[in-house]
Structure formats: C-alpha cells, structure tokens
C-alpha cells in the first residue's frame, strides 16, 4: 500500500475579501455626467465661490481641455487600463441636502455618520477621547469637521476647502497652486478644474499642533469621480501631523480619484503626513477598482522639514509620486512607502525629491509587494541642482514577491549637478521563503499569520513612522489585503 | 506518545529521491530518545518529516502521536498537539522581535486549543525570566528574529522558545552542532531541566559529546535511510570510539 501524504498548502484561506465595500444609501445631488465649462460653473457656483477661484478653475480647464485634444494623459507609468471616458463621468455628487457645511454632528445625515462607523472613524466624542481631529470628505463633500473649536484657540485653521474659500480667502489665494500649478501635469489640471472639496489647514508661526489632524475620504456614487483637494500650511515654525485614509464601495465599474495635495512648510516648520489608501481595488478577477491619480507636492523652506508616509494597498490603479522640493538651505524631506498589490491590481508610485538648498537631505524607504497578479513599480528622481552644495540622498528600495505570477520594478533616476553630492541607493528584492513559513508554522503560527508576520516584519522600517493607532490599522489592512494570494 | 511505523520519504516533486527507507520509532512518555548517524543517512529529514516540512512527501508508513495520525496535519496543527521542533538553521525575519514572534505562537496554541491567551503583562515576566535562564544577551531579543545572530545565538534562541512554549514532544535537531562547550551545557541543562514524566525528546546529533550532558533511555543508529541499530547510552560512546564505519559496511552489503 502506498499511500500518498502532501501537507496541503490550500490552507482555508477565504478569497481576498474588500470589507469595505458598502454602498450607503443617501440621496445624492448629482449634476449630469460629462465635463464642460457649464459644469465647472455649476460646481463653482454650488458651493457659493468668488469670482477669482471660478477663474483660475477656467483657466484649469481650458488648459486641461488643451492636454485631452493633444492626447497628452500620461502613458510612461508601468500601468495598464483601457481608455478613461472623461464624459462618462459624475463631476459633482453631493449628498443631498448638505449644500450648505452641517453647523454641527446634529446636522449630518445619520445614515452618514453610520457608514463612517462602519469604517471605524472616531467621529463624535470618540474623536476626542483618541485625540484625533477628523475632517470627512463623503464623495465631494466634507461631512464634519470635529475639535474645530479647540483648534481654533490655537489659531489652528482645520476645516473643508469650501469653508476656507469662503472665511480665509487670503490664505487660499496666496498658496493655492503654489507648489501644485494646473498646468502641472494632466490630472492636476483636472482636479483643479472640478475639484469639489478636500482639507485645509493652517498652523500659525511658532504653534505645535496638539492633535493628529485627520481626514477620511469615501467615494460613495456609482460612476463618479473624487476630485479633493488638500492645502496644508505650516507657518514659521509650526508642526503638524495629518493624516487621510481613504476608502470605497465595491463596484464592477472603475472609479476615478484624481486628488492634488500641496504641503507648504515654511522656515523652521515640519510636516508630517500620512495616508492609507484602501480604495476598492477590484475585484479578484480584475474588474471594477479605483484609478487613483493623485499628484502630492511639498515645498520645504529654510530648516523646515516635510515627511510623506504612505501605506498603499488599494485601487486598481495607483499612480502616485509624493515629492518635496527642497528649496530651503538645510531642509529635509522624506518619504517612506509600503505598496501592496495583488489579485489585478497595478501601482506605480514613488518620489521626487529636488534638492535646491544647501545642507538638503532626504530620505527614500520604500517597500513594494507584490502578490497574485499584482505588478508593482517604484519610480523615483532624485535631483541636485547645481546649488545646493553636499546635499545627501539615501534612497533604500526593498520588493519582495508572494507567489510567482506577480511583477516588481524599480526605475529610480538620478540627476546630478553638483560635484559635493553624496547619494546612496539600495535594492534589494527578495521572496517569502518557504525555511521562513515553515519556521513560523511549527511554531503554530497558520500559513495566513506566518505570511502576515513576515510582510509587517519586512515593513516595518514604514510602519514604524506611522502614528501608533494608525500603524495598527495598517498593519491589519495588509493581512486583509493579502487574503488570497497565499496557499 | 510518539509511533512511527514504516515510514517512507522523498523529497516532493523529485523522482528517485527516496531519504527514509522505513522507519520504525517507538518513543513512550518522558522519555529521551537520541538518534545519531554520519552526514546524509536521514537525520535532519527525519525531524522535519516529524514537524510537516512541506518539501518532504510521506509514500509509505505511518505516524501517531497519542494514537491518532498526524500525517493530514499542518505544521502548526502539529505544534498545537505539543510539538516542537528545534531547528539546525533556525530561518531569518527581518523586522519580527523574538518577543513578538513568541507571543504570536502563544497565542496562536492557546487560541487553537480553546484555552484563553496569556496576559502580555504576564508573557513579559515569562520571557524575561527564560531569556536570563537561557543566557541569551537581552539586547539580541531587541533585534530581528535570528537575523545577524551567530550560530550559538540562534540556538540559544531555540532553546529559549522551546522553555516557553513547554512542549510535550521536542525534537532538537543538531542543536548542539556549532556550539562551544558552555552554550552545549547551557542547551543541556534546558533539556534536563524541562525533563519529566510528560515530556519526551528527540535528540538529533551527530557527535556524542552533548549525550555527556544529557543521558538518554535509549540510542538509536540511523544510516542510509534506516535505524540499523538501537540501544541504551553505551551505544553512544560505542560510536565515539569506533565511528560509524561497522554500520556504513552493513548497510552497503544489504543495499
């Protein structure tokens, strides 16, 4: 008798589940899909805009317009999807009945505050209890802002864009677009065209903010797009962590997110920010997802520092450069990356650093995995302009693979142009070795907790730079993510 | 406690690979089974086959622990039975503490066997207390799992999981080789410490000398494949002497 005796690897390991994935039924304001010039006055005029910011979102849009017939969206990133029907599009989906910002946690739609607790966002008093200030941007609109008050006795300015259009209109004239111009690149000329919503804060010169600040972003509507936009400005001087997560229902049909973010730390001032984007990546089999095309920019000042982490395990689609221009003497940037994919998902995401100060330093940590059928491409510019003497650059770019249908890419470049530059860069890729899951497993840990285990371990130079409750969430977000892709 | 009859092995995916050519291993509570051969006859095969290494295929034979098979089960199914192995080359995980890693497998046992998790105020003082008996430098258990540790390290790494997760079934597998005299005492001292009326091991060694540490109840000769010899601990000291070329001669003669 021969009897034939494998240990199975198909441990019962359920199909890589999304359990975020619920639709809220709300009733939605929405303008007719499609995008023109009478849709970007209805979205202007919507949210009661000055004449000034109608105006330069024309200008967005025309150059936009100028970019689409010229064909010029983007095709070098390592990304594949058919092509985006930009007339296919809702520009503007508003819950219904919030044209006007709630004036308070009464005034929000309770099915709202519903989802956010499904999506574990301590809102309400939970907010204060954990220390965290949340502003919610449900599809385009910000839902709440919380810990207004006490911030504000700061003189920490934290609210929806559309508020700090209407009562800080200074502010937002005197940096919008000052880092992130509309004729950036194609998506940046998008979002500034349509964009409905997003964040703004401002830290007066000298002031550390006490509190993580937060927003929680959720596309909601079938065939809509999110356009938000961020504006973070830390004043001589001032510190302050923010943080955004992100998630999506699940639908077959692909989403588009096209977000702008603009980082302005001036003299001596630090920021540090940090997202998890969790948007529905698809379904297993490829379809459906969120095609985010975000464009993240911080101008760093004299001595000041901006620091980027970020934990990327959603969308289809991720194309994503968190950058810092180092134009002040002595300033620092960061950036420190975990990207998971798997099952169809693509990201092509990394940095920019431009050293233009002297003294300028930066740090590059970034972590790809790669699982399923995912790809997954680190693209990186490291730039020394011909002034900014002994500027340093350590860029240390790790990928591990999780089974062996699945891609890593690394294209870094490197442009200097002084001689006192010091840059070091490190690769490395590598697999989960079967010696390491089999030492987990006779130690009783099942197959999913060994893998999962072994990818935090291997993220943990990332995951450490994150805010200890936001680490957590992390944490467990790649053991969901990997669901699947193991045995 | 532990019964292997006629147990057959390949290495997976590999024609003609066949490593144990029928095993037969009889180990009774409490006991200290010592099993010792020259390179390749098996050894280490022997204990991962025991643990439900995935690269290695059972085609024939049998394997019971309590009376039940245990060849369907999992590595980690194995380890909640009160299994455990010591490894020969214990894997590296970059950014996983000792002390996070052991709290996982805890729980990980706890969870599977319905009993409830230790406390991590609790767990603390545990580790603390069996890092210090171990000898192991506290700063090591600081770093990640065995990674730049030396040969001796991670084997007093071993020795440190195996005196927290109290197994009932040990397996070492050539702990002792890479060690200097005191780790080898060190390790020994472990053994015998742990050594009770619940509790077996499988000493996998290739020399005799950590057998002057620990006495074995009985010694078997494993060569090609095969036990071609068991006895009590004078066997031990037999091999010392006169190595292993008797068994490698029988062993060619009968191939």
């Not at chain 1, 004729?183 to 964009?195: C, E, K, S």
């Not at chain 1, 890593?408 to 490190?426: D, F, G, K, S």
């Not at chain 2, 074995?216 to 010392?240: Q, Y």
């Amino acid at each position: 008798m021969t009897n034939q005796n494998t240990i199975s690897r198909e441990s019962d390991l359920s199909g890589g589940e999304y359990k975020w994935g619920f639709v809220t039924d709300v009733e939605t304001d929405l303008a007719p899909k499609g995008l023109s010039e009478d849709i970007v006055r209805l979205i202007s005029s919507k949210k009661g805009e000055p004449e000034w910011l109608l105006e330069w979102r024309l200008k967005a849009y025309r150059y936009w317009v100028g970019l689409n017939e010229a064909d010029a969206e983007p095709d070098w990133a390592m990304i594949e999807y058919p092509k985006i029907d930009y007339q296919d599009i809702y520009y503007y989906a508003a819950p219904k009945g919030t044209n006007e910002a709630p004036k308070s946690l009464d005034d929000v739609d309770p099915k709202m505050l519903e989802t956010f607790e499904k999506l574990g966002i301590p809102l309400q008093e939970r907010a204060a209890l954990a220390g965290v200030a949340v502003d919610a941007v449900f599809d385009s609109i910000s839902v709440a802002t919380t810990m207004e008050k006490q911030l504000g006795e700061l003189g920490i300015i934290f609210c929806s864009f559309s508020e700090a259009v209407k009562n800080h209109p200074d502010l937002i004239k005197k940096y919008l677009g000052s880092v992130v111009p509309y004729t950036d690149n194609f998506f940046a000329a998008l979002n500034a065209a349509v964009f409905s919503d997003g964040s703004f804060v401002y830290i007066p010169p000298g002031v550390r903010c006490p509190i993580e600040l937060m927003t929680y972003f959720r596309i909601n509507t079938e065939g809509s797009g999110q356009f938000e936009r961020t504006l973070i400005v830390a004043d001589k001087g001032a510190y302050v962590s923010y943080l955004e997560g992100c998630t999506a229902p699940f639908r077959k049909t692909s989403q588009l997110h096209a977000a702008t973010v603009e980082l302005i730390a001036l003299d001596d001032a630090e920021i540090k920010y940090s997202t998890i984007q969790n948007w529905f990546p698809g379904t297993p089999d490829g379809e459906g997802g969120v095609y985010n095309f975000v464009t993240k920019r911080g101008r760093a000042d004299r001595n000041s520092k901006i620091s980027w982490t970020q934990v990327e395990t959603g969308s289809a689609i991720t194309w994503k450069y968190p950058s810092v221009i180092l134009r002040g003497d002595n300033s620092v940037g960061e950036f420190f990356s975990v990207a998971l994919v798997n099952n169809h998902q693509q990201a092509d995401t990394g940095t920019k650093m431009i050293h233009i100060g002297k003294n300028t330093k930066s740090t590059i940590v970034s972590k790809g995995i790669s699982a399923g059928k995912g790809n997954n491409t680190y693209r990186g510019q490291v730039q020394i302009m011909p002034g900014a003497e002994n500027a340093v650059n350590h860029t240390q770019c790790d990928s591990l693979l999780v089974g062996d249908e699945c891609g890593a890419h690394t294209v870094p470049y490197i442009e200097v142009r002084n001689p006192t530059a010091r840059l070091e860069h490190e690769a490395s890729t590598s697999k989960v070795s079967d010696d390491q899951l089999f030492y987990l497993m006779a130690r009783g840990l099942s197959e999913e907790e060994a893998h999962h285990m072994i990818i935090t371990g291997w993220s943990r130079d990332v995951i450490k730079e994150l805010p200890f409750e936001f680490a957590l969430e992390a944490s467990q977000l790649l053991k969901v993510s990997l669901e699947g892709a193991v045995g | 406690m532990l019964e292997i009859k006629n147990l057959h092995t390949s290495v997976l995916d590999i024609d003609d690979s066949e490593i144990l050519k029928g095993i037969d291993l009889s180990v009774g509570k409490g006991e200290i089974h010592a099993i010792m051969g020259p390179n390749g006859s098996g050894k280490s095969t022997l204990a991962n086959v025991l643990m439900g290494r995935f690269d290695y295929v059972v085609t024939e034979g049998e394997i019971t622990l309590d009376g039940e098979s245990i060849l369907d089960l999992r590595p980690d199914q194995r380890a909640h039975l009160g299994m455990f192995l010591a490894f020969q080359y214990p894997a590296e995980i970059p950014g996983v503490r000792p002390w996070q890693f052991l709290k996982a497998a805890l729980d990980s046992k706890a969870e599977a066997r319905g009993e409830e998790k230790m406390t991590v105020r609790n767990f603390s003082k545990l580790f603390d207390e069996k890092v210090g008996a171990v000898g192991i430098n506290p700063t090591l258990v600081k770093r990640s799992l065995n990674e730049g540790f030396s040969g001796g390290e991670k084997k007093r790494n071993e020795m440190l999981q195996l005196e927290v997760l109290q197994p009932t079934l040990a397996i070492l597998d050539e702990t002792d080789s890479g060690l200097d005299v005191d780790a080898l005492r060190i390790v020994a001292e472990g053994v015998n410490s742990m050594r009770s009326p619940g509790r077996s091991f499988i000493v996998v060694t290739h020399y005799q000398r950590l057998l002057n540490y620990i006495t074995p109840d009985v010694v078997h000769i494993l060569v090609n494949g095969k036990i071609v010899n068991t006895g009590g601990p004078e066997l031990a000291l037999e091999v010392e002497k006169d190595g292993y070329k008797k068994y490698l001669v029988t062993s060619e003669a009968t191939a």
